[in-house]
Structures are given as C-alpha cells and as structure tokens.
C-alpha cells in the first residue's frame, strides 16, 4: 500500500475538480498538453500547473515524440486510493447490515407485543 504522504499526494490531486477532468480525459488515451487544456478557460501555463501536481502525484507521466508530448495517465495511485477507501466502505455495510439486523429484531419484538395486547383485548371482550 502507499505511504501515507504518497497518499496525501493523490488525494490533494484530486481535490481539484479541473484536474480530476483531466484525468478522465486521459482515461480514454494520450493527450497533448494543448489537447487537454482545450474545453478549460485557462492558460496553458495554469494547465501545465495541473500537470504538474498529477505527476508528482503519480497519476500521469508525460513523454516526448518529437514535438509531440503526451501525457498519459497511471492508474496505479488511482488504485491503491480506491484500495485505502475501500476498507471504510466495508466498515459502512457491515455497520449498515448491522442496524438491519437490529431494526428488524425491534420490528419482531413490536409485532410480538402487538399480538399479545391483540389477544388480550379479545379475551377482554369476550369476558364481557
């Protein structure tokens, strides 16, 4: 699993919503560093920035062709981040599957009552 600063890198990087959409950009192949900037009103210094993070962060890396440079993403901190969340999203359905279990238990026990006071009241009125 990744350290924890490791970690700390790849949620800070995508804590941003910008660089988030970048990734899922680069989610369906290489880009350019132009190509990705393109549906963003920013700068290409300011995407370049962007870029910048996700890869200290480990989440793309980036190359030359000639004059091409692409980026590519790497899903590897992607998946250990979804591995350290994973571990609390068990600990939610098992507490959820836990809170079933206890209501449908109180459930029982308030059906139960209601059949006794049920059939107290019809011993009741069949004394009468």
């Known amino acids: 699993m990744k350290s924890p600063d490791q970690l700390s890198a790849t949620f800070a990087a995508l804590a941003d919503p910008t660089r ?30 962007h870029l910048k993070v996700l890869e200290r ?12 440079r692409p980026c590519r993403l790497e899903a590897r901190p992607l998946q250990q981040a979804a591995d350290w969340v ?3 999203r ?21 059906a139960k009552k209601d059949k006794e006071q049920d059939k107290d009241q019809r011993g009741k009125s069949d004394a009468k």
């Open 57 to 68: 962060a480990g989440l793309i890396s980036r190359s030359r062709d000639a004059q091409w």
């Open 86 to 88: 994973e571990q609390y």
């Open 20 to 49: 988030r959409a970048i990734l899922e950009r680069l989610s369906t192949g290489e880009s350019s560093v132009t190509e990705l900037a393109e549906p963003f009103e920013m700068s290409l210094p300011a995407i370049t920035k």
């Open 90 to 110: 068990r600990f939610w359905e098992d507490s959820m599957e836990r809170l079933e279990e206890y209501l449908a238990e109180l459930q029982s026990r308030e």
